[in-house]
């Protein structure tokens, strides 16, 4: 793999807190090496401010191996930037050139206020969980892990769906910032196995209800959301909660 | 006075006879009793789970913008249980023996026994919860090895294991969230423990957003605040990850039991230049299938596939025949160090060997051709059936090297190096995992209790479900049953105003130095040190001269930092510097500690202590103790020894030949 230099501009939105008003500002970062990921440009930029003795760029990072799902940058208008399947501490600066200029924004949706920069609150997600996405078994109740067979492929669906990190990117990229992904990836996972059973429909009526009252928008069967995802969680779950919530609206008996 | 509180009675009884015979706590009582529970990884979450369901009243904190991002989520490779699901000789006692072996014989075995004796319930749990572990086409759970053993008990989902397992513990939090057994604080910071009467009784805590100081009280408290790798600056811990939870305790009172066990994992992906803000793991359990070489000519420089077979060198399989790649972290990660130093690493920097698929490719795509009856296929075709397989074992670790070094691990052999990764040394704790103050305990990585001197792969996983789902719901309520007539505790008490004043204090502080230099280039000088004085191998001068160094440093730090912005607000500079003056100090005594251990164990390397062919060599005489030390002030620490005793175990060299 070549590595090369190269000098950028980056227009980054600016913004003290949530009541404050935001705006774009201008940095030139010279000398980016190819081999840095994103957040780590960020790094350097923010190293200078600080020798500058201005005020570093707030953004949410932490494990920075694509996992956490805590990095949450909208990159010349895409959530997570350029490479599809990526996560933004995932891309790396070889995916830019010399004379780029990339603007940087924080996830756009009411449901997640702005808090400081290119940081948001996404303690909707949280709430969201809370309402249904679990399976009520407290600890001491289960019964020998291979008692329960559980095909193969239904397992891998699972674990396809439970791969969401809980970044926004769906949100983040969906013209109505619909939450619809997220909640049919918990709702798959859990409506795909055995123990998830017994609470489906209230799942899927209280995490859809929960939804609803953050404040998140319908879906419309873009599917900019699975475009943009991180993860690559598929749009078939988004069919799977249609036909969970359906199934439970009309059967659901109390 | 140390006292680890073992039960007495046979090894195999003792927690059966304390379960049977610890105090309980009715459930009228439970409601009014208040538990804190800092940091939501794997132990945190676990165990704020479970004491909700419990009864219990529950506050737990974390720094992250939810609890789902504890770093737990970033375990790969898989967890250990004694299932023996796989009919290959696994049980309860050979996981207790291969985890007290592989830990050096530096754990204590009342703690792994347990722990080995509840693996398979954490299996059970998870299951229910609906995590989806890897399956065979029969429906049964896979398994598959990990470093250090010769069965196969780990069980997996892809290589996203710890993320899986988190988010299992979450959905039981968020479900105690839901039904108010649990109150979650989110971006919130622990800065300082409160006591009073010599009982931990609550904590104070930052809110990030706000700046706030909030006082909460607690009948005890929690700490699940994982280890502390980052004092080396490049490690693969997440970028918070800190020390300042178990740090703030340490200062309070409670002994901070062999810091100077750090854990290098073999199989990193090599630093790349100075803007490094992280290393990045590749998991374990790529050494089942992968293998490890370097060329057999110093400083050969051309490309793998041009090194003939002949002329390669796997020297993990050359020295140690039984384990081969598999031999555990330590030993691995040594291996490398060595054969880079004598001059045979590979890739730009010639810090990297090489971790191979090529015969694992081959060998799967042959099985996978034999199972769809192709007898005759062609090499291209064995080719790409077996990359078919490996992408699906591994497909998610591959793309994550893709991506961080625009290499493709399916057609070139990987570049892998040590890093940081875990700590064994962590607060001291009990047989209860009560710290040495009481009422105040620690669970998972925060604690120092069950792998010795080393960790074995998928061992962490374990330890940190096992504390907080099986262990601390008993062990807890052995305390709190004796505090039932406490009341809750009002937060205008002196003992929270001064606890709040100091933090106070030591905040304004950091922010009036408005010194020149930012908290990163502190973190950096202080990594630095610590990696070339007191990391893969250390010795009596590099230790001596570590210790002064940081001493400056730290000194340095206090008058020359630069934080930006206010201390009312968002304000994540304040929050770095806030655990690099940890950090600062922790190093320190990480220093000393290693410098007092003038033997080798594990992870921890004194060049001084080695056998004729390179080997740790411990000194069971002198060293068979946990070092567990008493902070008396800045550079003051007093050491307290908890002597081990082996009964099952026999403490043995080591071999994995």
């Keep these: 793999m070549e590595h090369y230099n190269m000098n950028l501009t980056l227009k980054v939105w600016r913004q003290k807190n949530t009541d404050a008003q935001g705006h774009f500002e201008s940095y030139q970062v010279p000398g980016v090496s190819s081999e840095m990921s994103f957040l780590e440009m960020f790094d350097v930029l923010n190293e200078r401010l600080i020798n500058e ?57 009411g449901a997640f206020p702005v808090v400081k920069d290119l940081t948001v609150d996404r303690g909707a997600f949280d ?19 291979n008692n329960i067979l559980v095909p193969k492929d239904k397992a891998d669906q699972a674990f396809a769906a439970a791969a969401c990190i809980g970044c926004g990117a769906c949100v983040a990229a969906c013209k109505n910032s ?35 009252s953050e404040g998140f928008g319908s879906c419309t069967n873009t599917g900019a959301c699975e475009a943009e995802c991180p993860k690559e969680i598929s749009l078939t779950n988004i069919a799977r909660l249609n036909r969970e919530y359906i199934t439970a609206g009309f059967t659901y008996e109390k | 006075m140390l006292n680890s509180k073992i039960p007495a009675g046979s090894l195999d009884k003792k927690w059966e006879d304390y379960k049977g015979h610890c105090k309980l706590v009715n459930p009228a009582n439970k409601r009014n009793m208040e538990v804190i529970i800092v940091g939501t990884g794997l132990a945190g979450a676990s165990a704020a789970a479970s004491l909700g369901e419990l009864g219990y009243k529950v506050k737990a904190f974390c720094f992250q913008d939810s609890p789902r991002r504890a770093h737990s989520i970033a375990a790969q490779g898989g967890i250990n249980a004694a299932k023996n699901y796989q009919n290959d000789g696994d049980s309860v006692f050979r996981l207790f023996y291969d985890t007290v072996k592989g830990g050096d014989y530096r754990a204590r075995e009342a703690n792994v026994h347990r722990l080995a004796e509840v693996s398979g319930n954490i299996i059970d749990q998870c299951v229910a919860q609906g995590v989806p572990f890897a399956r065979e086409y029969g429906g049964l759970l896979s398994n598959r090895s990990f470093g250090g053993t010769q069965v196969q ?53 930052r809110d990030l957003i706000s700046g706030k100081l909030e006082r909460h009280f607690g009948h005890a408290v929690l700490l699940c605040t ?50 490094q803000s992280k290393l990045t793991l590749m998991s374990e359990s790529l050494r089942n299938d992968g293998r490890i070489w370097v060329p057999k000519k110093q400083n050969d420089n051309r490309k793998p596939a041009d090194i003939p077979e002949e002329e390669r060198d796997y020297y993990l399989e050359r020295r140690y025949p039984a384990f081969g790649n598999l031999v555990p972290r330590d030993v691995a990660s040594r291996a490398a160090k060595e054969r880079c130093d004598a001059g045979y690493g590979v890739g730009s920097s010639k810090q990297a060997v090489y971790l191979d698929y090529a015969a694992a490719i081959e060998r799967y795509g042959k099985i996978e051709a034999n199972k769809r009856q192709m007898h005759n296929a062609s090499a291209a075709e064995i080719t790409k059936l077996g990359k078919e397989v490996v992408a699906e074992k591994y497909g998610n670790l591959f793309d994550m090297y893709a991506k961080i070094t625009g290499e493709n691990p399916y057609e070139v052999p990987m570049r892998i190096y040590p890093a940081v990764h875990y700590t064994m040394g962590g607060l001291w704790v009990d047989y209860e995992l009560m710290t040495s103050i009481t009422g105040l305990y620690a669970l998972g990585e925060a604690n120092f209790s069950d792998h010795g001197a080393n960790r074995l792969g998928a061992s962490a996983l374990m330890q940190g479900l096992a504390d907080g789902y099986f262990v601390i719901p008993y062990t807890l309520g052995n305390y709190l049953a004796d505090d039932i007539r ?20 030591t905040i304004n502080q950091l922010m009036n ?76 005594l990480m220093c000393v500690d290693a410098l007092n251990r003038r033997e080798s164990c594990g992870g921890h390397f004194r060049e001084e202590s080695q056998t004729e062919d390179g080997e740790a060599k411990r000194d069971d005489d002198n060293f068979a103790y946990v070092a567990a030390w008493e902070y008396k002030g800045p550079s003051q620490f007093e050491l307290h020894k908890e002597p081990l005793e082996f009964v099952e175990c026999k403490p043995t060299q080591r071999s994995y030949k």
């Design chain 2, 513 to 588: 130095i408005k010194g020149t230099k930012s908290v990163d280039h502190f973190h950096k000088k202080l990594g630095k040190i610590m990696w070339d004085k007191c990391g893969m191998a250390r010795n009596e001068q590099g230790l001596k001269e570590a210790i002064v160094e940081i001493q400056q440093l730290r000194a340095e730090f206090w008058k020359d930092v630069r934080i930006p912005g206010d201390a009312n607000e968002f304000n994540p500079e304040l929050e770095k510097a806030g655990r690099v003056a940890d950090f600062l100090e922790l190093g320190e």
């Design chain 1, 178 to 212: 619909s939450a619809m992904l997220f909640v049919s990836a918990k709702v798959s996972q859990l409506a795909l196995l055995p123990q998830g059973q017994p609470e489906k429909k209230t799942r899927a009526l209280n995490m859809i209800a929960q939804m609803d």
């Design chain 1, 53 to 109: 003795g201005k005020e570093p760029i707030a953004f949410d990072h932490d494990c920075r191996e694509g996992i956490c799902g805590a990095c949450s940058m909208h990159i010349n208008g895409r959530a997570h930037g350029p490479w599809s399947g990526t996560t933004t501490c995932q891309l790396h600066m070889r995916a830019f050139k010399d004379g780029d200029t990339i603007t940087v924004e924080p996830w756009r949706a």
């Design chain 2, 486 to 505: 406490t009341k809750a505790i009002p937060t205008d008490h002196p003992a929270f105003a001064e606890a709040e004043k100091n933090v106070q204090d």
């Design chain 2, 226 to 275: 994982g280890g502390y790798g980052n004092v080396f600056y490049l490690s693969t811990n997440a970028m918070g990850s800190n020390v300042t939870a178990a740090w703030k305790a340490t200062r309070k009172g409670a002994y901070f039991g062999n810091p100077c066990y750090t854990q290098i994992h073999p199989t990193c992906i090599p630093v790349s230049g100075d803007h």
């Design chain 2, 153 to 205: 008990r780990t069980f997996y989902a892809a290589g996203q294991t710890g993320q899986q397992l988190l988010l299992g513990a979450y959905s039981a939090l968020e479900r105690q969230v839901a039904l108010g057994n649990v109150t979650m604080y989110n971006r919130h910071e622990m800065l300082e423990v409160v006591t009073i009467d010599g009982k931990a009784r609550g904590i104070i805590a």
């Design chain 1, 127 to 145: 709430r969201i969980i809370s309402a249904g996405g679990y399976v009520s078994v407290n600890t001491g109740n289960a019964q020998d892990a």
